[in-house]
């Protein structure tokens, strides 16, 4: 018998099965392994009633499951005791559309927190009767959507407002006119999907923006970072983490799921988590 065979098979094919098992456990973790990525806001408009008022950020979940119910998500997201929950968009994925998964997750999510929510482009990409459906079970499930809107958060003696972008609306004079309906004495906290309109947001004047859209820039490299990201192009600059232009601070998520790519590289999926600190 030839020394390179054993129980019949050949060495090379059991070497190259070893590889390919080796390649899938990779990807699979790579894409599936959650990670909490905490920051701190600091702000002279945050008072002592909004100290250690948490917002925990989903984005781009694209139908994705963790754990058979998505348990896993809802679990992180339970540990963390968030005192909102924002959704930037993308909670579905127009190119295989399951809104069944998608309001299964939000009903247990408003379980654990208030839920706000804003469209991503995906929302946008789905067809009548899907949008309809979409937005219809995520009112009923008790999730806030905001198209274009705000809403006071109060905790205590304190409040701050919540600005709710639609993804068509990124770009024009949106922002700048419903800010006008604003206190800017107050902290003022954005949720619009796409980063790369960082400059709008900033002009506008909010303190706060929560983003995602860039998916982490898909393929993070080393030596050469995050690679391709939607609208950017290669080497985009807003994939996630913490961003400052003028006085507006932007955080971006680099999301749970993906959709054209469907893998990740060096770029697990990702809960965003900002708690607010007196300055």
């Known amino acids: ?135 219809e079970e995520l009112e009923n499930a008790g999730v806030v959507v905001l198209n274009n809107e705000i809403v006071n958060i109060t905790k205590g003696d304190s409040e701050f407002t919540l600005i709710g972008l639609d993804d068509y609306n990124l770009i024009d004079d949106t922002l700048h006119t419903v800010i006008k309906e604003t206190d800017h004495n107050k902290l003022r906290v954005l949720l619009a999907h796409e980063p790369q309109y960082f400059t709008n947001y900033a002009n506008a004047g909010v303190d706060v923006v929560f983003s995602g859209h860039a998916h982490g820039g898909q393929f993070n490299l080393p030596f050469i970072g995050p690679l391709v990201a939607p609208d950017q192009g290669f080497r985009p600059q807003y994939t996630s983490g913490e961003h400052h232009e003028k006085e507006t601070t932007m955080y971006i998520s680099r999301g749970l799921g993906n959709s054209i790519i469907p893998i990740r590289l060096f770029n697990n999926p990702e809960i965003v988590c900002v708690d607010f600190t007196v300055k």
Request: proline share 1%; glycine share 4%; hydrophobic share 40%.
């Open 1 to 135: 018998m030839d020394r390179k065979q054993r129980n019949g098979v050949p060495k090379k094919i059991i070497v190259i099965l070893c590889v390919c098992m080796a390649l899938f456990s990779f990807f699979w973790y790579e894409n599936h392994h959650l990670v909490v990525t905490t920051y701190t806001y600091q702000d002279g408009k945050v008072d002592e009633n909004l100290a250690g008022y948490r917002i925990v950020q989903i984005s781009d979940l694209h139908n994705a499951k963790f754990g058979q119910d998505n348990k896993k998500l809802l679990a992180k997201i339970s540990e963390l005791q968030p005192d909102m929950i924002v959704i930037t968009g993308d909670l579905v994925d127009s190119n295989h559309t399951d809104i069944r998964t998608s309001i299964d997750f939000v009903k247990q999510a408003v379980k654990i927190s208030d839920v706000y929510y804003v469209t991503g482009n995906h929302e946008h990409w789905l067809s009548e009767n899907e949008r309809t459906e979409l937005f």
